[in-house]
């Protein structure tokens, strides 16, 4: 299976702030990869697709970027309705992996 | 709008099936491959198999192949994910969710969720 290993799994911050979360791939996984936010008692919803790909009305402070096997969601300028868990997924190879998730908490 | 919408939480004794239902709208049910994926209290989310609706074709995970069968009802774009000889280990919050190729197979919707409770 390909494991996920996001990092940190834990960051604490203030609105405004850059904050960066990595996805590292144990192998190569191209682009197919996606970032995911979760709010507790409800379901992931999706911000980024192939890596990159901003889903429509996802606003345009979180970006995607990819080099090799190591992936990285940003957020430019943190909102308080963006503090929440996020996850990456590999939709490469079967079985569909995620990490271990990052939660975002107020500073 | 697009939706899926899942069957009620439910409890069941060790040993038991449980089968949830995830009723979708909005969209050509057969065109949309629809996943399963599951989240223990505290975990990460665990992939757990997948339909392709418009040949009923499945794969599953093999950690939980034997125990785990999704099927669909074309009728009533729904599919359904029963899930046997249920542990403890088996609490958790389950998801339905739709796979889109052009958004390179990623999940653009999900269900509520269904809470499924393994108690004696």
């Known amino acids: 299976d390909i494991q996920l290993t996001q990092s940190p799994s834990f960051l604490s911050a203030s609105v405004g702030d850059r904050v960066t979360i990595t996805c590292r791939a144990s192998?190569?996984?191209?682009?197919?990869l996606a970032w995911y936010q979760q709010k507790p008692g409800k379901a992931p919803e999706l911000l980024i697709y192939a890596a990159s790909t901003l889903e429509s009305g996802v606003p345009s402070r979180f970006s995607g970027s990819a080099s090799g096997t190591e992936f990285t969601l940003t957020i430019s300028s943190l909102q308080p309705e963006d503090f929440a868990t996020y996850y990456c997924?590999?939709?490469?190879?079967?079985?569909?992996?995620f990490g271990g998730g990052t939660k975002i908490e107020i500073k | 709008q697009v939706q899926l919408v899942q069957s009620g939480a439910d409890v069941k004794k060790p040993g038991a099936s449980v089968n949830i239902s995830c009723k979708t709208s909005g969209y050509a049910f057969n065109n949309y491959a629809l996943h399963w994926v599951r989240q223990a209290p505290g975990e990460r989310l665990e992939w757990m198999g997948w339909i392709n609706p418009g040949s009923a074709n499945t794969k599953y995970s093999e950690k939980l192949q034997g125990r785990v069968t999704i099927t669909r009802d074309r009728s009533e774009s729904t599919s359904y994910m029963e899930l046997s000889s249920l542990t403890s280990e088996d609490t958790s919050i389950y998801f339905c969710?739709?796979?889109?190729?052009?958004?390179?197979?990623?999940?653009?919707?999900w269900g509520q969720g269904t809470v499924v409770t393994v108690s004696s």
């Open positions: 997924q590999q939709i490469h190879t079967f079985p569909l992996t």
């Open positions: 969710a739709r796979g889109v190729p052009n958004l390179g197979d990623a999940f653009d919707i």
């Open positions: 192998q190569g996984i191209v682009s197919y």
